[in-house]
């Protein structure tokens, strides 16, 4: 990590090679944040703090958080946003809170209470057995109130108007879904379930929250939600904003890289080749354990020349940040 502490007067550029006006200047630094959000805000909020801070609108984020959720958010800065469509793609941890007994329209804490069911007859084991049934590969119907597209229209949106949406199930995979705590509430008549889950991308929490509320016959929502993973990056190693804005944290995007794909360490001719945009020897050839996908390229000095895939038998930059085309 880049360490830069703010100053207690002035607060001089965050990033090397960003004006004291803010502006861009040719040389920027790039890499990660990481940011641990807090509740109330929206993943855009975080970017546009982060805009601020790193003095650079070429800020970006790797899928967003509810307002509701806190955790881990990935922003990329600069370079390093060209990284954010392989972080998207990767899976996820959460610890979450259903509370089973009530239906929200949001299937969250954030919708109001649309229908109450008295939980007090379901057993820990009633919990333990529907939960099972929803690990493993599932076909999810995600929740309404969600980002998804209905014929050119958010689906939320359409919610909010008043609309029926029905929305397709998608295959997710649940490749942990943990009990931690059963806690009986309001008299026994709701059940809060403490959980942890990790899964693939594209999985709705909340809509786990719901399907094991309803194969409960009680009802079920969201009443908390944290991610604590995001594919190689964790909670540990994330920021609040207050911190960022004292001690801006930045994970260089040789790092990043090298913690999302495998690695290979190139020549000087090799690293030459590939900033002009040629091909090189194919990976397969040249490392001991070759990826099926991208490979993350570093020149000697440890710079992050290019992310390379193999056609054949030659290896091609697909993104190459030290280009001289």
């Known amino acids: 990590m880049t360490r830069i502490t703010a100053g207690t007067v002035y607060i001089t550029p965050i990033l090397v090679g960003v004006s004291k006006a803010g502006q861009n200047t040719e040389e920027q630094a790039s890499g990660l944040v990481l940011v641990d959000k807090d509740q109330g805000m929206t993943s855009h909020d975080v970017v546009g703090r982060i805009r601020r801070l790193a003095g650079t609108r070429k800020v970006g984020h790797a899928g967003t958080l509810d307002p509701m959720a806190t955790g881990v958010l990935v922003i990329g800065v600069n370079k390093a946003t060209r990284l954010l469509t392989y972080i998207v793609g990767h899976d996820k941890t959460y610890t979450a809170t259903i509370r089973l007994g009530q239906n929200t329209v949001t299937d969250d804490a954030e919708g109001d209470i649309i229908s109450e069911r008295i939980a007090a007859a379901v057993t820990d084991e009633d919990i333990e057995r529907e939960i099972s049934?929803?690990?493993?590969?599932?076909?999810?119907?995600?929740?309404?109130v969600?980002?998804?597209?209905?014929?050119g229209k958010r689906s939320y949106a359409r919610v909010r108007a008043g609309e029926q949406v029905e929305l397709k199930a998608r295959p997710v995979t649940i490749s942990r879904f943990d009990i931690h705590k059963i806690r009986r509430e309001v008299g026994g008549k709701v059940l809060d379930v403490d959980v942890t889950v990790s899964c693939t991308s594209g999985t709705y929490i909340r809509a786990l929250a719901r399907d094991l509320g309803e194969a409960l016959h009680v009802g079920g929502h969201l009443t908390a939600l944290r991610r604590t993973e995001v594919g190689p990056y964790s909670i540990e190693k994330s920021k609040r904003l207050e911190e960022l804005a004292e001690e801006f944290e930045v994970l260089s995007l040789e790092k990043a890289a090298g913690a999302l794909f495998a690695n290979r360490q190139l020549t000087e001719e090799e690293a030459s080749e590939l900033s002009f945009?040629?091909?090189?020897?194919?990976?397969?050839?040249?490392?001991?354990?070759?990826?099926?996908?991208?490979?993350?390229?570093?020149?000697?000095?440890?710079?992050?020349?290019?992310?390379?895939?193999?056609?054949?038998?030659?290896?091609?930059?697909?993104?190459?940040?030290?280009?001289?085309?």
């Open 133 to 144: 049934k929803l690990r493993g590969d599932i076909e999810q119907i995600p929740s309404q």
């Open 146 to 151: 969600s980002a998804i597209k209905v014929d």
């Open 277 to 325: 945009g040629r091909t090189i020897t194919a990976s397969k050839n040249v490392m001991d354990e070759p990826a099926d996908d991208l490979v993350a390229a570093f020149a000697p000095d440890g710079a992050l020349v290019a992310l390379i895939a193999d056609k054949g038998e030659k290896a091609r930059g697909q993104i190459v940040f030290t280009g001289k085309q």
